[in-house]
């Protein structure tokens, strides 16, 4: 059986978002009630229309400006000079960075501010992170405190990016807090930001190290970021959990768009944005890295995740918490040590589509086990190729917990490795309201396997 052919051409942003509001018999996004005509989209940065205008003129010509190792508007070969470009550009109210060909070797992230499209020249334009250090911290801190006090400065420098991690004192969980040292004195350093978290040695075992993503988007709009290679070095870094870091991590955001991005081996996530609305990935590859391929996480609206490749990582597309209203269509995941596509906690009324989803280490695509409020409702997994699922014991597609209304359609669900205990589609004992149609199954010891009770 061959690989098959998209049967429909790729929707649009707009056109997904009618047909879903439609079929919910709402108004389609972006256009005003009284029946005037559409709202335009965003347009560039630049000045405000002259008096009496409808709308922004269209402006082409937007500020610009080249960074290199050895030639370009600034020169440099760290993130010092990008920040310098990124923030020259952002004063002057958006446009463009162009990083040209070389290596960047990051000791901070670059912080890409609103209005700025950052454009390297492919896999000639390389940002890696340099190797991490740690150390523990040597006096207590309390959550209004600015600096630290650290037991082995040995590594540590004034503009560095930093990870403090620790237990609450009160409570016991997690504290994870991101700063930049911005002043020194002896193994003392002052942060950017009061730390807003209480650091007790007594208590907390705090430590800080050299962790950061490559690139930060924190509280900002309308970015583009194409055409470069980051690189997290893996094996030279500790682990950074995906919801803090990645080769990109997009944090409170919206409207951005990465394009033929590379991101690889970071010890951590590919490129990962939590509560961040009307983001497009779009021909980016994500490959060996410790956590996730793509990750739309944390009440996420309306992603698109088209035409990418993500290899060799723990989960491919994972869909985190509460994402919404989102397309992933004609992406390659493959080799992946769990799951090619997880869906679960409140993830609900998405399109996942003519995906090739080969080799996966446990399940093609996994519903998780999530109860009647919070499970993964109203999905639709349709005219993906779903191969070579798991070990002896794999599954195509696994709908665990209390999932309701999927659609599970005209598929391409196959195991080329012999039967074993294998099956092509599991329906767990408290899923409700599964409709299968089409489906071509391919190779199973077990096809369908319906857990319901009567």
């Not at 980051?230 to 950074?240: A, K, M, P, Y």
Request: net charge positive; glycine share 12%; charged share 25%.
């Amino acid at each position: 059986m061959g690989i098959l052919e998209p049967k429909r051409q790729p929707l649009s942003r707009r056109r997904f978002v009618r047909s879903i509001l439609a079929g919910a018999g709402l108004p389609a996004a972006g256009r005003v009630l009284a029946g005037a005509d559409e709202v335009p989209p965003a347009l560039p940065a630049g000045p405000r229309a002259i008096a009496g205008d409808r709308v922004e003129p269209d402006w082409r010509e937007l500020d610009s400006i080249s960074v290199g190792n050895t030639k370009g508007d600034l020169i440099g070969a760290g993130e010092k000079v990008l920040q310098a470009a990124v923030d020259r550009v952002a004063a002057r109210g958006g446009g463009t960075v162009r990083i040209l060909p070389g290596t960047y070797r990051l000791r901070n992230s670059v912080y890409v501010p609103s209005r700025i499209r950052l454009v390297g020249s492919g896999p000639d334009s390389i940002l890696i992170k340099e190797p991490s250090v740690r150390t523990g911290l040597a006096a207590s801190a309390d959550w209004y405190d600015q600096e630290i006090t650290l037991r082995d400065p040995r590594g540590f420098q004034v503009g560095d990016g930093i990870c403090l991690r620790a237990r609450n004192p009160s409570t016991g969980g997690p504290v994870v807090i991101k700063r930049t040292l911005v002043a020194r004195s002896g193994n003392r350093f002052k942060l950017d930001r009061a730390l807003r978290e209480n650091l007790w040695l007594e208590k907390g075992d705090p430590t800080a190290a050299t962790l950061f993503p490559l690139l930060s988007l924190e509280n900002a709009s309308d970015i583009v970021i194409e055409g470069l290679t980051l690189d997290g070095n893996r094996t030279s870094n500790e682990n950074l959990d995906g919801n803090y870091a990645g080769c990109i991590f997009a944090q409170d955001c919206a409207r951005l768009t990465f394009r033929r991005v590379l991101a690889r081996n970071n010890n951590g996530d590919g490129l990962s944005w939590q509560i961040c609305h009307d983001v497009i990935a779009e021909d980016c590859t994500s490959e060996d890295h410790a956590g996730l391929g793509l990750h739309p996480g944390s009440g996420s609206q309306r992603p698109i995740i088209r035409g990418n490749t993500v290899r060799r990582c723990e989960i491919g597309v994972f869909f985190c918490w509460g994402v919404r209203h989102g397309l992933a269509e004609r992406n390659t995941i493959e080799d992946i040590r769990t799951a090619g596509v997880s869906l679960g906690h409140r993830d609900t009324d998405n399109l996942v589509r003519d995906n090739q989803i080969v080799r996966s280490g446990r399940v093609g695509v996994l519903f998780r086990d999530e109860s009647l409020e919070f499970a993964a409702h109203r999905n639709r997994i349709e005219n993906n190729r779903i191969v070579d699922s798991g070990p002896a014991d794999g599954i195509g597609v696994d709908i665990q917990g209390q999932t309701q209304g999927i659609t599970i359609a005209a598929n391409e669900i196959r195991e080329t490795r012999g039967p074993m205990t294998r099956t092509g589609i599991r329906i767990g004992t408290s899923a409700r309201d599964i409709t299968l149609s089409g489906n071509r199954l391919q190779g199973y010891a077990r096809d369908l396997a319906d857990m319901r009770r009567a």
